[in-house]
């Protein structure tokens, strides 16, 4: 796991700027190499052979290719053997030179063979081609740069900003950050600076830039035979922990008292003793039941499975303590009350060990949140004559379910605004704190459709809602809030549910049978929806009865009572327009001090609006002024 940086011209004072910003990703080497008209640089978290001999920028025979690359490739020994019978000789055991030999070998084709994480740039010597690639779901963050035939890149947003070119905030960017609490890719927050796409390559050359997809979901029949699938999801998901365990230094996992993170501890702690495990709690509050439910049910999981537990009690003075380096370390304005805590955690885990993993997608895959369920409910109820929606019937049952509030959602059509309906925040709300002049509210649906809508699935619809949580908020809010708190404190986090090979078979599975199918009852609000019940039965000797007895939390975090709070005068401080003078024009002050005074007596609850703007003022003061 490591850090990339890179541009289309020569300047060897400026990639070792680049490279000492991204330095936290990278802590045991750092290198730079100059070509005829290249500067690339990388930092190195040392996973897989540990010698000089995995130094990058790496080169290959002859010196015609050079690669920086920042992952993981966990079949790199098979496609090595491969290479091998094709009279390749390896001179270090790491996956950085398979990558270099099988791009030599068969161009851009080496994508469809490597399972893992990455993002890498490898640079033609001969030609001044730079062909770079990110992995297929978007683990590992890939930013760039391209204007007036100039081309940076790198790992983190930050080093392109090293460069003396153009802040200027997008204002699509600007408006989708505030109704979703984070920018889709290819966005960024700011004009002419890119995310590469997850499952796309580029090649730069000249000046100019192609972009192409290698990977996305292919148009295949669903699968029914129920057996079939169990073994399938058992197998898949074993091998993906199995493989992800390889490495040269201590690895750990990330343990909530969720079914994801419950079955990977399961799994490897029956390939490996003395499995170290994580997790966090909070300091004693009026609702300490509430707030540390996570960390009582790892806690038991981690007896249960017998491995080495590590809990973090967490103060609001830590969180506090750590909420500005939190928002710097992720770039780009992601509004996420957790990200303090994911930082914080990651901080102390690395003490231990240099790997961890995470249990990030398996809910999208296997129909976790319960916007896939009642999206679901709501796709049933439109199969009914519409006048007989209209029925007061109909508004009982969603009672019954604890969602009165989705009434007013059964009669819009499948697409963009059923999506949107689920994930933005309220028009209403934000019309109150968001100037005129840079308030779009047309801005996200447009994107958005452009993106994932452009053709509806009228059949499956909440298939292709939980596709677009796996192409937006999955790799550009949940992926890359855990690679750079983990980064940002020198470890590696891995996802085995994101196996490509998973991902695939999740996708060809019947919705009702993550969802319940049969099995899903319209009870009495508070009962709470459970889901993923086919992961359940496929990997159910790693799930305890304790585990499986509970409903689905989420992992909360006691951020409302902070603002109340132990957070009070700091969110009075940020909120307040003397303290960032660029935002002054952009928001309405007395709305908001009004929004935070209402919250604070108790009055209205106003979490995701107050930290969105508190996120931003600080975003942009530490990156824009």
Not at 87 to 91: D, K, L
Not at 560 to 565: C, E, L, T, V
């Given at each position: 796991?490591?850090?990339?940086?890179g541009?289309?011209?020569?300047?060897?004072?400026?990639?070792?700027?680049?490279?000492?910003?991204?330095?936290?990703?990278?802590?045991?080497?750092?290198?730079?190499?100059?070509?005829a008209?290249?500067?690339?640089?990388?930092?190195?978290?040392?996973?897989?052979?540990?010698?000089?001999?995995?130094?990058?920028p790496?080169h290959?025979?002859?010196?015609?290719?050079?690669?920086?690359?920042?992952?993981?490739?966990?079949?790199f020994?098979?496609i090595?053997?491969?290479?091998?019978?094709k009279?390749?000789?390896?001179?270090s055991?790491t996956d950085?030179?398979?990558?270099?030999?099988?791009y030599?070998?068969?161009?851009?084709?080496?994508?469809?063979?490597?399972?893992g994480?990455?993002?890498?740039?490898?640079?033609d010597n001969?030609?001044?081609?730079?062909f770079?690639?990110?992995?297929?779901?978007?683990?590992?963050?890939?930013?760039?740069?391209?204007?007036?035939?100039?081309f940076?890149?790198s790992?983190?947003?930050?080093?392109?900003?090293?460069?003396?070119?153009?802040?200027?905030?997008?204002?699509?960017?600007?408006?989708?950050?505030?109704?979703?609490?984070?920018?889709?890719?290819?966005?960024?927050?700011?004009?002419?600076?890119?995310?590469?796409?997850p499952?796309?390559?580029?090649?730069?050359?000249?000046?100019?830039?192609?972009?192409?997809?290698?990977?996305?979901?292919?148009?295949?029949?669903?699968?029914?035979?129920?057996?079939?699938?169990?073994?399938?999801?058992?197998?898949?998901?074993?091998?993906?922990?199995?493989m992800?365990?390889?490495?040269?230094?201590?690895?750990?996992?990330?343990?909530?008292?969720g079914?994801?993170?419950?079955?990977?501890?399961?799994?490897?702690?029956?390939f490996?003793?003395?499995?170290?495990?994580?997790?966090?709690?909070?300091?004693?509050?009026?609702?300490?039941?509430?707030?540390?439910?996570?960390?009582?049910?790892?806690?038991?999981?981690?007896?249960?499975?017998?491995?080495?537990?590590?809990?973090?009690?967490?103060?609001p003075?830590?969180i506090?303590?750590?909420l500005?380096?939190?928002?710097?370390?992720?770039?780009?304005?992601?509004?996420?009350?957790?990200q303090?805590?994911?930082?914080?955690?990651?901080?102390?885990?690395?003490?231990?060990?240099?790997?961890?993993?995470?249990?990030?997608?398996?809910?999208e895959?296997?129909?976790?949140?319960?916007?896939?369920?009642?999206?679901?409910?709501?796709?049933?109820?439109?199969?009914?004559?519409?006048?007989?929606?209209?029925?007061?019937?109909?508004?009982?049952?969603?009672?019954?379910?604890?969602?009165?509030?989705?009434?007013?959602?059964?009669?819009?059509?499948?697409?963009?605004?059923?999506?949107?309906?689920f994930?933005?925040?309220?028009e209403?709300?934000?019309?109150?704190?968001l100037?005129?002049?840079?308030n779009n509210?047309?801005?996200?649906a447009?994107?958005?459709?452009?993106?994932?809508?452009?053709?509806?699935?009228?059949?499956?619809?909440?298939?292709?809602?939980?596709?677009?949580?796996?192409?937006?908020?999955?790799?550009?809010?949940s992926l890359?809030?855990s690679?750079?708190?983990?980064?940002?404190s020198g470890?590696?986090?891995?996802?085995p549910?994101?196996?490509?090979?998973?991902?695939?078979?999740?996708?060809?599975?019947?919705?009702?049978y993550k969802?319940?199918?049969?099995?899903?009852?319209?009870g009495?609000?508070?009962?709470?929806?459970?889901?993923?019940?086919?992961?359940?039965?496929?990997?159910?000797?790693?799930?305890?009865?304790?585990?499986?007895?509970?409903?689905?939390?989420?992992?909360?975090?006691?951020a409302?009572?902070?603002?109340?709070?132990d957070?009070?005068?700091?969110?009075?401080?940020?909120?307040?327009?003397?303290?960032?003078?660029?935002?002054?024009?952009?928001?309405?002050?007395?709305?908001i001090?009004?929004?935070?005074?209402?919250?604070?007596s108790?009055?209205?609850?106003a979490?995701?609006?107050?930290?969105?703007?508190?996120?931003?003022?600080?975003?942009?003061k530490?990156?824009?002024?």
């Open positions: 796991m490591c850090g990339i940086n541009f289309n011209f020569i300047d060897k004072g400026l990639i070792h700027e680049m490279n000492e910003t991204t330095k936290h990703r990278g802590p045991d080497d750092a290198g730079v190499f100059l070509s008209n290249y500067s690339l640089g990388h930092n190195r978290l040392s996973i897989i052979d540990l010698s000089q001999a995995g130094h990058q790496m290959g025979k002859d010196k015609r290719y050079t690669i920086v690359y920042n992952g993981e490739i966990y079949n020994l098979d090595r053997k491969e290479l091998i019978a009279g390749y000789v390896f001179v055991d950085t030179e398979v990558i270099l030999c099988a030599e070998e068969w161009g851009s084709d080496c994508l469809e063979k490597f399972n994480m990455f993002a890498f740039a490898i640079l001969q030609t001044g081609r730079l770079l690639a990110r992995d297929r779901v978007g683990i590992k963050p890939l930013y760039y740069y391209h204007k007036e035939g100039v940076i890149f790992s983190e947003a930050k080093a392109i900003f090293k460069h003396k070119i153009d802040k200027t905030i997008n204002k699509d960017a600007l408006n989708i950050y505030f109704r979703l609490l984070y920018v889709p890719a290819p966005l960024t927050i700011w004009e002419n600076v890119y995310k590469l796409e499952g796309h390559y580029a090649v730069v050359e000249r000046g100019k830039m192609e972009i192409k997809r290698y990977w996305e979901m292919e148009e295949k029949p669903l699968i029914y035979d129920r057996e079939y699938l169990e073994s399938e999801i058992s197998n898949l998901l074993t091998d993906s922990i199995k992800q365990l390889v490495s040269d230094r201590p690895v750990g996992v990330f343990l909530s008292g079914i994801d993170s419950t079955i990977i501890a399961g799994v490897a702690s029956s490996s003793k003395n499995i170290k495990t994580f997790s966090v709690g909070f300091e004693e509050t009026a609702q300490a039941e509430k707030y540390n439910n996570d960390a009582k049910v790892a806690r038991k999981t981690a007896h249960h499975f017998g491995t080495i537990h590590n809990e973090y009690i967490l103060s003075k830590d506090k303590n750590s500005e380096d939190s928002i710097y370390h992720m770039d780009e304005p992601i509004s996420n009350h957790v303090a805590v994911n930082l914080l955690l990651a901080r102390e885990a690395s003490k231990q060990v240099a790997v961890v993993l995470g249990g990030d997608g398996g809910d895959l296997f129909g976790g949140y319960e916007r896939y369920y009642y999206n679901y409910l709501i796709d049933r109820f439109q199969k009914i004559p519409k006048f007989l929606r209209k029925n007061i019937v109909t508004e009982i049952i969603f009672d019954i379910v604890g969602k009165s509030s989705l009434y007013e959602k059964i009669n819009t059509p499948p697409g963009v605004s059923r999506y949107l309906n994930l933005s925040q309220k209403d709300q934000i019309e109150l704190f100037c005129r002049e840079y509210p047309a801005a996200t447009e994107w958005y459709k452009k993106l994932y809508f452009n053709t509806v699935d009228k059949k499956n619809f909440t298939r292709q809602f939980m596709r677009t949580d796996l192409l937006s908020w999955l790799p550009s809010e890359v809030r690679d750079k708190m983990s980064m940002a470890l590696e986090q891995r996802v549910f994101l196996d490509h090979r998973l991902v695939e078979l999740a996708d060809r599975i019947p919705l009702e969802i319940g199918g049969k099995g899903i009852h319209i009495k609000a508070g009962t709470g929806y459970k889901g993923k019940d086919i992961l359940k039965r496929a990997m159910s000797a790693y799930l305890p009865d304790f585990v499986l007895d509970q409903p689905k939390w989420g992992w909360f975090s006691p409302a009572k902070w603002i109340r709070g957070l009070k005068g700091y969110f009075e401080e940020v909120l307040s327009p003397s303290y960032c003078v660029g935002t002054k024009d952009m928001f309405d002050f007395n709305a001090q009004k929004i935070l005074k209402d919250h604070q108790g009055q209205k609850y979490l995701n609006t107050l930290w969105s703007i508190f996120t931003f003022q600080i975003w942009y530490r990156f824009m002024e």
